[in-house]
């Protein structure tokens, strides 16, 4: 069974401060894909990324995904509270299914 | 263009009984997948169905089962609760040219 690891697993930050979480696996993966889910809701996808080596940036938000895509991570510039929720890596494993991590519950304190 | 929908939002149920949810995908999207969500396991894949038939499936018993109807509107259902089988239940669908996942808002079953 591939499994997907994430750190933190909880992280509350301050309004203004940067974060980074990060997943990873001993598995190669085809692509990875970013979600960020909200109490009472689905996960919603922020990004897939395919490539290794690929970054992609959305807004304050910039998403890498390793060379050897075994790994990413999510780093976030100047936190707001409207980027509270929990955060999970998905990786797509060619086709079969998708493999998410256990999440990164981010807490941004006004 | 309406998003994923999920019904019943919540459900209360009792050991033994059987459940049937249901989820209309976005207009367009073939595949469907339902997953399981715990503060224990987190999201675990159940199965995917494409063009009604069963195209991949993940490691849960027999108990849990799915179909899929020629509007792409996928059913799931579960016999024989247990206590265990309370969870988020998440539907997800893609369209046929990427991978990309739109979930629905998930129905939460309770098993008492």
């Known amino acids: 069974t591939q499994l997907l690891e994430q750190s933190p697993q909880f992280l509350s930050i301050q309004e203004g401060e940067n974060l980074t979480v990060y997943c990873n696996s001993s598995s190669v993966f085809s692509s990875l894909q970013w979600y960020r889910q909200e109490p009472g809701e689905g996960p919603v996808l922020l990004v897939t990324v395919v490539t290794g080596g690929e970054v992609k940036k959305l807004k304050r938000l910039t998403f890498q995904f390793g060379d050897a895509r075994k790994d990413s991570s999510l780093h976030i510039t100047a936190a707001q509270p409207g980027d509270t929720g929990l955060y999970l890596c998905?990786?797509?494993?060619?086709?079969?299914?998708?493999?998410f991590g256990p999440g990164t519950r981010l807490s941004v304190l006004p | 263009k309406a998003g994923v929908t999920q019904t019943p939002r919540y459900l209360i149920k009792t050991r033994g009984q059987q459940v049937t949810l249901s989820c209309s995908p976005i207009?367009?999207?073939?595949?469907v997948s339902w997953y399981q969500q715990t503060p224990g396991q987190g999201l675990q894949f159940l199965f995917e169905y494409f063009s009604e038939t069963q195209r991949n499936k993940g490691n849960f018993p027999g108990r849990f089962s799915g179909r899929q109807f020629s509007n792409s509107r996928s059913e799931m259902n579960v016999s024989t609760l247990e206590l265990g089988d309370s969870a988020l239940y998440l539907c997800?669908?893609?369209?046929?040219?990427?991978?990309?996942?739109?979930f629905g808002p998930g129905t939460r079953l309770t098993v008492l």
């Open positions: 997800a669908t893609k369209p046929d040219v990427n991978n990309e996942q739109f």
């Open positions: 998905a990786a797509d494993n060619y086709g079969q299914n998708f493999v």
């Open positions: 207009s367009g999207h073939r595949s």
